[in-house]
């Protein structure tokens, strides 16, 4: 007599993408061991701000981003500016010395580190001059393009304290 087995159903799962939190709470956690290991001695707290601060960003960069006329160009410029905002929430010494690792790594990758340096500079001391009162650690950010050709920027960021 012949035994009945039960056939396991298949069933369809998709992989599972990561939600925007997810993402969120990883760079957060990544952030927060760096800035423990660097000695940093500044809290990171994870709640939601005020400020949008992708409108922050593009403003701090308005001048520069003028000149860009390629796609190429503008997220170039977006990144140094995000590297340079970070930057600039460092005290007056440790910046000076983030500063200089992120030329060193520049000179190692490009080779164009002299070109570099003032604009650098410039926008680290435009964040300390006239944004200094926003205080967030950016994170995270993701830049796109609308069907219209706008460029739309994402920016995870944590507030500092």
Not at 146 to 155: D, E, I
């Amino acid at each position: 007599m012949p035994t009945s087995r039960k056939r396991k159903k298949k069933t369809n799962k998709k992989k599972r993408h990561p939600s925007r939190n997810d993402v969120l709470d990883g760079a957060y956690n990544r952030m927060t061991q760096k800035m423990r290991k660097d000695g940093i001695k500044s809290r990171i707290s994870r709640v939601p701000h005020k400020h949008r601060i992708s409108e922050l960003l593009m403003d701090f960069l308005s001048e520069n981003y003028k000149t860009c006329t390629t796609e190429r160009e503008e997220r170039r410029l977006i990144s140094l500016g995000i590297i340079c905002w970070n930057i600039a929430n460092f005290d007056k010494e440790q910046r000076e010395e983030q500063l200089q690792q992120a030329l060193d790594k520049i000179e190692t990758d490009m080779g164009i580190s002299d070109i570099m340096e003032p604009i650098m500079r410039d926008l680290v001391n435009k964040k300390v001059k006239h944004y200094n009162k926003y205080k967030y650690l950016i994170t995270n950010y993701d830049i796109s393009y609308l069907p219209n050709g706008q460029l739309h920027l994402s920016v995870a960021s944590a507030k500092i304290d």
